[in-house]
């Protein structure tokens, strides 16, 4: 028994130690000296407690503030917010041990702490608000990437903001086929589900739209739906695909994993000249550390921000609109990076292409072929 | 000793424990530079009617995620596999309640076997394993958990649907769902009908330790594996056993969730909860009472890191570190009073010797059990 609680001790002390390190890493692997970073005393959300503008409401997904890409790009709409519509915001953050019942409270707490519009980031929070939207009718909710307004089909202060991911991906396969040189190329996505797979499509047409015979790796991190802190949360996973990939001959690798994808910068910067990387979500290349910028072609931009301060514009115009809500490459919802002025060469073609999806001339796939 | 006097004892070092956590935490939380007033506010606060319900429905599943944990614990058995037990039994019952091939209530009963079934023989490898081939439980449960997570995954995208983005078995029909409970009148959360089920675990598992003989068998190889062979224990067929129930309860923890709230298996499914397990087990010290104590403080903490985190802007790493200091700070507590205890029985033996008449007793009787020097 005493021998048993001493092992037992031990081993939990490790695995939480060993939770703690996946979940510093990526803040160490460039958070710490990013400008980005997640330090307390630059919290817009603290620094500013008063303001005439909405007071929004924000709860993170798995990874959180400071994953440089998804969340960081919900952040920025609140920095936007804050500075044009005079706005306040309130934070919270995910466990990884969230069940729909503690999500549901985040939401209400929010709610009741007296923030409107309350935003959620991520689809997995889309049975949550649909439960709770009706509770608030006083209150907008939003779910980025959701699908709540399926399951609450009456609710009107419930909006889902959705993305068309595979038309900005189409446009980083497009410069990740241009800048190869090998014709080989990769994919590290997250959790290999509906949401990452609309990347993974997108990439892979737009990168055979360019050159058809061209080799595609791609690799998810988990299959394991439930599992988003190996799928998100996970740099040394990441850079343990990529670095695969390298060695495999592969010179331009683009990431749809938020904060796992910091691995990745870091195997490309280890892959040294001749091979890229590329963002996705935020702008990666203004968040990297130095020796990883000159390795980071591009980033497919997903405007949360945009879909943030609009969410905030909506409830202070009292102008809400309920149900789904698509950001696509035609509304500027989606798009690529210039920073660091790599793909200025290949600008031409990337806008063209993205022409051509505007016009409707080229429809994207939103689910791989095979 | 005094029934009072042996009472402050055993309540001396879950009080001490987490005395000493608070002030580290505190400790913690000055030197990130957070708030610890607020900290305290939070903590202190009574919790509304939504939250203590809330709070009874995490203590449910934990406790059974304990009870899973403590039936290898009490066999000397370190069953990390909890985790993917339960995810593969959860996974399993919200396969087949989904099927919906048997009718209502029926469905949810085999769908519940189902997930214990599946749970058990998942955590039979390990025993196998062990009992016939001298694995480390410890390694196989682990690798066991990791397999369950990618073969559910497999499974699930091959013959799965989706909902928006989220993947998932089919819903259950709605004749096998199991209602809530509503504690209070106002409050929009209520208690998982299958919250019953960590009562059942509980006595179960209390008749199981104290009244049957698996139970005796089980508490002797705990104590002493070369006694229990000596006294004619299959040593063998005690572990390959013991996973199996252990497994067998691991199957029962995601199912209240699932049969009251999600009515799926799929993106949603809480995980870590066989994780946290291991930890109420622990905090609990294996038994029956004392895991319902750990589940319940362990509820209270994850409920009130979301407070914390809005109300007063402290990460919820915090909690997760708080609970990982009172586990620590549990083990420590125990051996400091186990100590202290034992160096009392030994002075209350010394001063009976040294009254009893000269020559009567032999001063090797005087060594009490477990004497720790």
Sequence with gaps: MRRMSKIAAVTMVGALALTGCGSNSGGGGGGGSSSSGGSASEDVC?????????????????????????????????EKAVEDLDATCVEANAQTDDNDTTRAERLRTLAEGGVNPVIAVGYLYSPAAAKVAPEYPDVDFAVIDGYASTIATDATNLADLTFAENEGSYLVGVAAALESKSGKIGFVGGVDGELIQKFEAG??????????????????????????????????????????????????????????????????????????????????????????????????????????????????????????????LKSDGVGYSTSGGFV??????????????KSGEVTVPAKPEN | MSVVRRAVVVLAAPVLALVVAGLIVSGLLLATGDDVA???????????????????????????????????????????????QYRLGGFAAGAFAGQAWLPGYLNTVVAILVAMLVGALWAGIAGVLRAYRGVSEVISTIMLNAIAGSLIGYLIKRWGESTGNATNTKAMPEGSRIGTVAVFPDSPVELYGLGLLAVVVGVGFWVLLNRTRFGFDLRATGASESAAVASGVDTRRMIVVTMLVSGGVAGLIGLPVMFSQSYNYGSSFQTGLGFTGIAVALLGRNHPVGIAFGALVFAYLSQQANLLNIQAGISPDIIE?????????????YVVVRRYRVRQEQAQVARQLDDAPPGAAPASAATPAGGAR
């Design chain 1, 46 to 78: 603290k620094s500013k407690t008063d303001g005439d503008g909405p007071k929004i409401g924000l709860a993170y997904d798995v990874g959180g503030r400071g994953d440089q890409s998804f969340n960081d790009s919900a952040y920025a709409g609140l």
């Design chain 1, 203 to 328: 990439y892979v047409a737009g990168a055979k739209s360019v050159k058809p015979d061209i080799d595609i790796a791609i690799q998810y991190l988990t299959q394991d739906q439930a599992d988003a802190a190996t799928g998100y949360e996970n740099p040394s996973g990441g850079k343990a695909a990529a670095e695969a990939m390298y060695q495999d001959g592969a010179d331009v690798v683009y990431h749809a994993a938020g904060k796992s994808g910091l691995g990745v910068f870091q195997a490309a910067a280890a892959a040294g000249d001749g091979n890229w990387a590329i963002g996705v979500d935020s702008d990666q290349y203004l968040t990297a550390p130095k020796d990883q910028q000159p390795r980071i072609l591009t980033s497919m931009l997903k405007r949360i921000d945009t879909a943030v301060l609009e969410a905030g514009k909506a409830v202070q115009d009292d102008s809400w609109k309920s149900g789904f809500v698509t950001y696509d």
């Design chain 2, 321 to 333: 570190a708080t609970q990982g200091i009172i586990v620590l700070a549990v083990v420590i507590a």
């Design chain 2, 38 to 84: 607020g900290f305290w506010r939070v903590m202190t606060t009574v919790p509304s009617e939504r939250s203590i319900v809330a709070i009874m429905n995490q203590s449910t599943i934990l406790y059974v995620s304990g009870v899973a944990a403590a039936i290898g614990f009490r066999m000397n058995l370190f069953n990390i596999g909890v985790e993917g």
């Design chain 1, 344 to 357: 200025d060469d290949l600008k031409t073609q990337i806008d063209e292409a993205a022409d051509q999806i």
